[in-house]
């Protein structure tokens, strides 16, 4: 009966060691890694938008219309003297901006696919953006691809103080809504990044 009782701590004993001996290998909890976790991007505020980013020395210019490899067709500015327009308000500098537009290049190398007759009635800055009127010779002759490089000289040249801004056109004091025999449909009012869009020159 003694050596029953002997054999039986014996056997609870060497249990006990056998469980002592796992827990030292593979058993424990794991620890957490010592490599840092990359801060937290804070959340904006409530009400509060990402910056935009500024746009880089913005300049009066006019934008002609030239060829790119001898195929595609290219908007390209040339900027504007401001000798004598350095105490003239933005809306007198676009005035002065569309007149030279519509007078066509001086450079062979560019062309101007406004038609020769158009006229700029007015040109307004106001709050809800640059509105230009044009004469109806601006909505004629030429296809599919010299209305849309026409209209995104309009637009760029409006633009050049402020590349943002949105620019409302008019016909004869009617806004223009189609243009071309194409249908060619016109937004209103027509920023940089929609004409970009929604036109390929």
């Known amino acids: 009966m003694a050596q029953l009782r002997y054999q039986s701590r014996r056997f ?15 058993c424990q909890p794991q620890q957490t890694s010592t490599e840092t976790s990359p801060s937290p991007v ?10 935009e980013p500024p746009v880089a020395n913005p300049e009066l210019a006019v934008y002609w219309v030239a060829y790119k490899d001898q ?3 290219v908007l390209e500015p040339t900027k504007l003297p401001l000798d004598n327009l350095e105490n003239a308000t933005s809306e007198e500098q676009l005035v002065v901006a569309f007149k030279r537009l519509l007078e066509g290049p ?14 700029l009635n007015s040109l307004k800055l106001q709050e809800d953006g640059i509105r230009i009127d044009l004469s109806r010779e601006f909505t004629t002759g030429g296809g599919t691809k010299s209305m849309q490089a026409r209209l995104g000289q309009v637009v760029y040249t409006a633009s050049s103080l402020n590349p943002k801004a949105a620019i409302w056109i008019s016909i004869d004091g009617e806004p223009l809504e189609v243009l071309s025999g194409d249908g060619l449909i016109v937004s209103q009012p027509m920023t940089r990044k929609e004409f970009d869009d929604n036109f390929s020159l």
Do not use: H, M, R
């Not at 609870?12 to 593979?26: D, H, N, R, S, T």
């Not at 804070?42 to 910056?51: C, E, K, M, R």
């Open 12 to 26: 609870w004993g060497g249990l006990v060691g056998v469980a002592l001996v796992l827990g030292g290998f593979g």
């Open 106 to 119: 001086a450079n062979a190398d560019k062309t101007n696919a406004i038609p020769e007759k158009t006229q």
């Open 71 to 73: 195929e595609q067709l």
């Open 42 to 51: 804070a959340s904006p505020q409530p009400g509060q938008t990402d910056p």
